[in-house]
């Protein structure tokens, strides 16, 4: 039986462990916290930091394993890569290209390098040079470590003094101490994930992205995208750039973009999962075994399959999340919502103790649609649909 190394074990990456299960691989899953709920779901766990590049090496050099699997983290994809290069092991990019795609301002030069349209980006690595570099960043702009995920350390400044302070904070939580200023690009947001095969796109699917609170974490999809056909267009022929320039291997690629009046910018780039159970939103919403061939991928063994872009479902992928702080007294979904959905999980429900509310979800809906126009009125209307009850905590 071939064993895979999973670096992870959160609730998004249950469908993946499920689905290298049923192909009949032996999944041990690993990670610094054993009570990570989706370790139940693995034939073994082991007790060890996937960040730690070194110790995964010795591990799966130990473990004769077959392939590495990241988990929705790009620090996840950075050690597989590291490791899989190191031991010769298939479905993986060379380390160096791992780092270009996954930290912001190495993909950014990419980008500029190969005429692939982002936002124009300030880069400041040493706090005793801010100072000197401030006066060159334009108002409003985005602040982002370069080396997270997930919408950390995030933050939007309209000033010199909050740029000071957002600065700060980012260079506290990156890492590398490396953090990326972006200009600001106001518009529609959206994904596109796609499977790649000997270099060309063998699978497409592009979403709109909805946001909650926090506008930096995704909190819905939904598909078929809002999008033109040739915005669609002009974003694989930016993907299909990117793919030849850094001569990606087979497998997954999954790509996020702003349209600012019809014009597309490329915001991130990842070869690891998205999370929060978007590859079962994917596989629904098109027919196509996206789970399954992105395991495949890492595996070296993509299938060659023709498929058709077209979609014939209305689907949301819908995260529940609260608007504050405290105990989740009671969920409650309207019979309206509850007759849409095909596909749920919650991970946190009754009882559970939310402390950060702009990033924590209590769970995820997948729902459907009869008609395109239901789906958009859905997500416009989706707080009247959702009702959750919180009990404060007080100082």
Not at 66 to 73: M, R
Not at 299 to 320: H, M, N, P, W, Y
Request: aromatic fraction near 10%.
């Amino acid at each position: 039986m071939k064993k895979i190394l999973y670096l992870g074990g959160t609730h998004a990456d249950i469908p993946i462990i499920n689905e290298a299960k049923k192909m009949g691989l032996y999944v041990i899953t690993v990670g610094n916290n054993e009570n990570s709920i989706a370790h139940r779901y693995s034939d073994e766990f082991i007790n060890v930091d996937y960040s730690d590049k070194n110790k995964i090496y010795e591990l799966a050099k130990q473990l004769k394993v077959t392939a590495i699997c990241p988990s929705c983290s790009d620090f996840a994809e950075l050690t597989a890569s590291y490791v899989s290069e190191r031991l010769g092991l298939p479905g993986h990019d060379r380390y160096e290209t791992a780092i270009i795609v996954h930290e912001k301002d190495r993909f950014r030069d990419f980008c500029n390098e190969h005429d692939i349209r982002v936002p124009k980006v300030y880069k400041f690595e040493n706090k005793k040079k801010i100072d000197t570099e401030l006066s060159l960043v334009k108002y409003p702009a985005i602040v982002k470590p370069v080396d997270l995920d997930s919408g950390k350390g995030i933050g939007r400044v309209n000033n010199e003094l909050e740029l000071k302070k957002q600065l700060s904070i980012a260079m506290e939580l990156s890492r590398s101490s490396r953090v990326v200023v972006e200009e600001f690009v106001e518009g529609t947001k959206h994904a596109t994930t796609i499977i790649i095969h000997n270099k060309e796109i063998m699978f497409f699917f592009t979403d709109d992205e909805q946001y909650y609170i926090n506008p930096y974490m995704v909190a819905a999809a939904s598909s078929p995208s809002s999008l033109a056909e040739g915005d669609i267009l002009f974003v694989k022929e930016e993907i299909e750039k990117i793919i030849k320039g850094l001569d990606l291997v087979d497998g997954l690629l999954h790509v996020q973009y702003i349209v600012q009046n019809g014009v597309p910018y490329i915001i991130e780039a990842c070869r690891r999962p998205p999370g929060e159970f978007y590859v079962s939103f994917v596989n629904y919403s098109t027919g196509f075994p996206y789970i399954n061939q992105l395991v495949k991928g890492y595996l070296g063994e993509i299938d060659a399959i023709e498929f058709s872009t077209k979609q014939v479902k209305f689907c949301i992928r819908q995260c529940i999340m609260t608007n504050s702080n405290g105990t989740v007294e009671s969920i409650n979904i309207d019979s309206y919502l509850t007759n849409k959905v095909v596909d749920s999980f919650f991970w946190n429900d009754k009882g559970s103790y939310i402390h950060d509310y702009l990033k924590q979800k209590l769970g995820f809906l997948l729902l459907e649609f009869e008609t395109y126009d239901e789906m958009r009125m859905c997500i416009e209307e989706m707080s009247n649909h959702i009702n959750i009850k919180m009990k404060m905590v007080e100082d």
